[in-house]
């Protein structure tokens, strides 16, 4: 039975996202359960993606990441995958209309991590948020206004920057990682082995506006996935804020991260603010 395979899927997916991240499974939580599933199946897709990139070192990635692009593109042509991940992504990717651009800028960024260490330009920079983070807000932007086209225009830029700014966030907080890990340096103009403070301030404004413009998108997403979205909102702007506080050379040798007890407190603190219409 075809259900049962999709059932299998669907519960694949929400695995991954629990597994690998337990504020994104957090966020999703609180998402109306109508679309949580939707949202998982994504997660579950670009998840798959960048493990792929970021972690199978004694393995040929390029093969994998090849091997993962073929199966993606045939899962979405064909409506069904025997990878369970695919072929629940397959499954949102035609219920909501994503365009297949926003998919191919996402894969575009994830291949440059093949082999790319380095973003000199601003322009290089932006491509690669956009391709991995930007559209990745917008395909649950999809989900969230469930086929609303003209909510869709109305709230993509504000998608685009709350992605961008968890992008960055991401970025800060793993710049040992990325940069002694994988080689990888994102920020341009920016001397990683002497971070200081101005240039840990610049990245952290940049960052403020983008988390500015998000808002105000939040505040405007339909009753289901407005709580939700506010909640993973809520998540970095708090690691942001410890991020803002820790010296530029302890941010470039340590990981910071927000503690399990931190984000229970943050959910009760977000859904009173919810509440009462504080956001």
């Known amino acids: 039975m075809k259900a049962l395979f999709d059932s299998v899927s669907y519960d694949s997916s929400?695995?991954?996202?629990?597994?690998?991240?337990?504020?994104?499974?957090?966020?999703?939580?609180?998402?109306?359960?109508?679309?949580?599933?939707?949202?998982?199946?994504?997660?579950?897709?670009?998840?798959?993606?960048?493990?792929?990139?970021?972690?199978?070192?004694?393995?040929?990635?390029?093969?994998?990441?090849?091997?993962?692009?073929?199966d993606l593109n045939s899962a979405l042509e064909d409506r069904i995958s025997l990878n369970p991940i695919l072929n629940a992504f397959?499954?949102?990717?035609?219920?909501?209309?994503?365009e297949r651009h926003l998919v191919d800028a996402f894969m575009n960024s994830m291949r440059l991590d093949l082999h790319k260490s380095e973003y000199l330009t601003e322009e290089e920079y932006k491509n690669y948020i956009y391709g991995s983070a930007d559209v990745v807000g917008l395909m649950c932007l999809?989900?969230?206004?469930?086929?609303?086209?003209?909510?869709?225009?109305?709230?993509?830029?504000?998608?685009?920057?709350?992605g961008s700014a968890f992008q960055k966030v991401n970025f800060l907080r793993d710049l040992k990682a990325d940069f002694e890990g994988l080689n990888r340096t994102y920020f341009?103009?920016?001397?990683?082995?002497?971070?200081?403070?101005?240039?840990?301030?610049?990245?952290?404004?940049?960052?403020?506006?983008?988390?500015?413009?998000?808002?105000?998108?939040?505040?405007?997403?339909?009753?289901e996935s407005r709580f939700g979205v506010f909640m993973a909102y809520r998540y970095y702007r708090q690691l942001l804020k410890k991020l803002k506080n820790t010296p530029a050379m302890k941010?470039?040798?340590?990981?910071?991260?927000?503690?399990?007890?931190?984000?229970?407190e943050l959910l009760m603190r977000s859904y009173v603010k919810y509440q009462l219409n504080l956001l």
């Open 90 to 98: 397959q499954y949102t990717y035609h219920k909501f209309s994503i």
């Open 142 to 162: 999809k989900v969230f206004v469930k086929g609303d086209q003209a909510k869709y225009d109305e709230l993509k830029d504000s998608a685009m920057s709350l």
């Open 251 to 264: 941010i470039k040798n340590s990981r910071i991260r927000v503690s399990n007890h931190k984000k229970v």
């Open 14 to 70: 929400r695995l991954v996202t629990k597994t690998y991240s337990t504020s994104f499974s957090l966020a999703t939580k609180m998402l109306y359960r109508s679309i949580r599933s939707d949202i998982y199946n994504i997660y579950g897709f670009v998840r798959l993606a960048d493990e792929i990139v970021d972690s199978f070192h004694n393995y040929n990635k390029e093969a994998l990441f090849f091997k993962f692009s073929e």
């Open 188 to 223: 341009p103009n920016t001397d990683l082995n002497n971070l200081d403070e101005d240039a840990k301030q610049d990245i952290i404004n940049d960052i403020e506006s983008d988390f500015e413009r998000g808002l105000m998108g939040i505040k405007k997403l339909p009753i």
